[in-house]
């Protein structure tokens, strides 16, 4: 199983929290913020990121009890299967574009930059809540674009219909399942 949440050994203790900040999406750094602070009384680095990641695995399952949401994490194929796609809603950004198509639920992950990274769609699927508004988080992920530059991949995901999802294209490391925040695009919503 690959961590949740990447902090490099060695590292000075500022660019840790940087690092923790970057990495780490709205949503859960929210779950988390009081975990930072924990750093400060945990004197062995390996205790806290066991603390870190075993924090993080919990917040993730009790974000939505009723579901247990829990990231799921994809990579993109180089076809639709012969699917007609509209894409509806994208983010288009210097390293790439990421866009989602109702029909069937399918995701594109374009990488338009040489730059060794790879391309990712980070994205939250949300049910109504009590009061009519979709806040209730029922799933996230990633999918990832690991073939390069000046490639398309497309993912089919299976989502109820009405739904909204929200989504971002980013900028990431495939190998650690590393986002990097600060190239993430503002987030677009869509209906399922």
């Keep these: 199983m ?3 949440l990447l902090i490099r050994e060695g590292m000075a203790d500022t660019n840790r929290a940087a690092l923790f ?6 949503w859960l750094r929210r779950g988390l913020s009081s975990l930072a602070k924990l ?7 390996s205790k806290f990121m066991t603390v870190v990641t075993a924090a993080a695995a ?7 009890p009723a579901s247990a949401a829990s990231a799921e994490v994809d990579v993109t194929e180089s076809s639709t299967g ?28 374009e990488d338009g930059k040489a730059d060794g990274h ?13 009061a009519g508004n979709f806040t209730v988080l029922t799933r996230l992920g ?20 009405g739904l909204k999802v929200k989504f971002q294209l980013c900028v ?7 986002v990097d925040g600060g190239t993430c695009t503002s987030t677009v919503t869509a209906t399922t």
């Design 2 to 4: 690959k961590p949740a």
């Design 21 to 26: 900040k970057r990495n780490v999406p709205t």
């Design 39 to 45: 750093g400060e009384h945990v004197k062995s680095r």
């Design 58 to 64: 919990a917040w993730t399952v009790a974000v939505s």
């Design 82 to 109: 012969g699917t007609a796609l509209t894409f509806s809603a994208c983010r288009v950004s210097s390293y790439g574009q990421g866009c989602f198509a109702p029909n069937g639920e399918w995701f594109s992950v």
């Design 118 to 130: 790879s391309a990712v769609v980070v994205w939250e699927l949300y049910k109504k809540d009590s």
């Design 142 to 161: 990633t999918i990832w674009n690991t073939r390069g530059n000046g490639t398309i991949g497309y993912q089919n995901k299976s989502f109820p219909e």
């Design 172 to 178: 990431g490391e495939y190998a650690d399942l590393a």
